[in-house]
């Protein structure tokens, strides 16, 4: 066996322009792919400036809602009646610098006569609801911003998949015209 004279060289790399083989649609989905991984990092930056806006705007809330009040720490009167669903209210006294007061307050559960409450008093001394907890209000903020992004990754998919269903289409019927030219030279039939 005969060796050769030269060694063999590995190919030049394919031009991506000027290669008969690369068609228009191989462009085109190279570009779908790309504007499809862009409109999703897009998505995630705005969902993600979505809840940080949820989450500010929630705590803001709980600011002002805070600022009209003052916490006391009260004494159950009475044991907890069921006010709603997972709501539960009793009688509840306390002192502070205006005198004494009694009022019908929300509570836990497990809440027994002689239990005492920390609760949130108007200046009128009126019993408030609980201003929003950080928890809360990051939770929320995560899952509206969660279905946020659900929703425009749906969006976003589903307008990819038609792109590339319409450029797919568009080069089969491409090829088939080009394989009506082709085709009779091939089998010599005319």
Known sequence: ???????????????RRGNPLRRRSDSLRTWLRVGFSLALVLAVALTA?????????????????????????ARAVGGPTAAGVGAWVAPLSW??????????????????????VVIWIDSKETPRPDPIPAVQSAGSAATYSLAAFAAATMVISGAYALAKHRVDRAAWRSW???WERVEPQWTHRR
């Open 176 to 178: 088939e015209s080009e």
């Open 1 to 15: 066996m005969a060796t050769p004279s030269v060694a063999p060289q590995p190919s030049a790399p394919v031009p």
């Open 49 to 73: 400036l979505f809840g940080l806006k949820l989450y500010a705007d929630s705590r803001a809330a709980a600011a002002r809602q805070v600022a009209g009040l003052h916490q006391v720490t």
């Open 95 to 116: 002192t502070d610098s205006t005198g004494s007061h009694t009022a019908d307050a929300p509570v836990p559960v497990a809440t027994v006569p002689g239990d005492h």
